[in-house]
């Protein structure tokens, strides 16, 4: 009598994931973001328009709130490898990750054009010289530490220009208190009247300005990928929690008040901060905007690098090296540099941060979703073949809270700016917990039965 045949269960291809970074070299490379100029900007515009104290709770309020939501994202990058590419396809599908993939790397090249033509601007108001020249200048010294990836090179430059960011912060502080003098006005000011377009309190609308830059959580997920199991807890605390939003917006932000109210003639603008240090500091001003743009931009470059190469090998099965895609960024980078991209920086952030807080909303509804329902996380690595192209509940729930989002915003409402940024998230997760609820779907995997989400 033959033996019985044993049903084989199909195992999935996983892909070796890449080695992961230790704790300090995480940490060295992700703080190069806690030193973009446009932290400093933003904080010293929001208080001009809504008073120091709505600025300063605002900003409060936002620290715990990043530092709460990057936690539980980190955590879960750092324990299953999952870049924002490979969370997205459990998401939305293979096809809405590429989008999401696509959107990410339009973000970061966005990022990266306006943090560079900031130190292009400063180069120029030390040095004179055609604009498009210090561009070139900028983009060309930039590509050559990004060549290699987050992995390579980024924790080692971020480290060695870390202290001076924070040392050049503190001479420039004390240099515009001794040269100007400091008075009270810069923790008291309030507007002469109380702005409409806020939709409610002025700190709520410094609140909602500061969820157009919630692309911060995808950059979590992406960094947080490279780190290890073993390190949740240092990183969650350390590198990607509250302490790293309390320097990045709090300690920025309490530099630009102070610095915009103490320097005389000094511009709130995107680039009109770098040119008062410049002006005030010469040549020390120009080496402090130097440090803190090359930080910023290292970690924009390498994202819109390897995103666009995630979307070109998915897309058109492109497979090119690191070094040919540094170089395609940073000619995409250059040309948007002579275009007048950061005179459209406030509409981008409004647009962007409907996008991207819904993909958040999303992102964090499904972690506690399946934390309830004890289920455990799709493995990094599968093939694309393995998920659905479409996943209805969070395509859906991303079109409906984009689109409200985006329609707040354009609707010409003093109060569509506010609303649009604090409604996108809510009605995201909202609508995708209803539809997986009902669908009883929760992942695109299409074949999650067969050996692979358990």
Excluded at 26 to 53: D, E, H, K, N
Aim: glycine share 12%.
């Amino acid at each position: 009598m033959p033996a019985p045949q044993t049903k084989q269960t199909s195992q999935p291809t996983i892909t070796a994931p890449p080695a992961r970074m230790g704790r300090g070299s995480l940490a060295m490379a992700w703080y190069g973001l806690v030193s973009a100029m446009f932290f400093i900007y933003i904080g010293a515009a929001l208080a001009l328009a809504y008073g120091t104290v709505d600025a300063l709770v605002g900003l409060a309020l936002t620290i715990l709130v990043y530092g709460a939501v990057n936690k539980v994202l980190s955590g879960y990058a750092l324990r299953h490898g999952l870049t924002v590419h490979e969370f997205s396809r459990t998401l939305l599908g293979r096809t809405g990750a590429l989008i999401a993939t696509l959107i990410f790397a339009a973000t970061a090249i966005y990022y990266a054009v306006f943090e560079g033509a900031i130190l292009a601007f400063a180069f120029q108001a030390q040095f004179g010289g055609d604009l498009g020249l210090w561009s070139a200048a900028v983009v060309l010294y930039t590509t050559p530490l990004v060549s290699g990836g987050i992995q390579r090179r980024l924790d080692r430059v971020n480290g060695l220009l870390l202290p001076l960011y924070w040392g050049g912060l503190v001479v420039a502080v004390v240099w515009a208190g001794l040269a100007y003098g400091s008075s009270g006005e810069w923790l008291t000011h309030s507007p002469t009247f109380l702005p409409v377009s806020s939709g409610g309190p002025g700190w709520l609308a410094c609140f909602a300005a500061y969820m157009g830059v919630w692309i911060m959580m995808m950059y979590t997920m992406d960094f947080a990928a490279l780190g290890r199991p073993e390190d949740v807890a240092f990183h969650s605390r350390w590198t990607f929690g509250w302490l790293f939003y309390t320097l990045a917006f709090g300690l920025n932000a309490l530099v630009g008040i102070f610095l915009t109210f103490t320097i005389p003639g000094l511009q709130t603008t995107e680039t009109g901060v770098a040119a008062g240090l410049v002006t005030m500091m010469g040549p020390l001003g120009l080496l402090l905007v130097f440090v803190s743009q090359t930080r910023i931009n290292t970690a924009n470059y390498a994202l819109g690098a390897s995103n666009l190469r995630e979307f070109a090998a998915r897309t058109l099965r492109l497979k090119l090296p690191r070094l040919v895609w540094a170089l395609i960024t940073s000619a995409i980078i250059f040309v948007l540099m002579l275009l007048p991209v950061v005179q459209y920086l406030l509409v981008a952030l409004a647009w962007q941060g409907a996008l991207v807080t819904g993909w958040v909303g999303i992102a964090m509804t499904h972690i506690a979703m399946d934390r309830l329902a004890g289920r455990p996380a799709d493995p990094a690595g599968l093939p694309d073949r393995r998920f659905r192209a479409v996943s209805v509940p969070g395509v859906t729930a991303w079109i409906v809270s984009a689109a409200v989002g985006i329609g707040l915003v354009e609707s010409g409402q003093p109060w569509g700016a506010t609303w649009g940024a604090l409604v996108t998230p809510l009605l995201s997760a909202a609508v995708y917990a209803a539809l997986r609820f009902a669908m009883r779907r929760p992942t695109a995997l299409a074949l999650e039965g067969a050996g692979i989400a358990g």
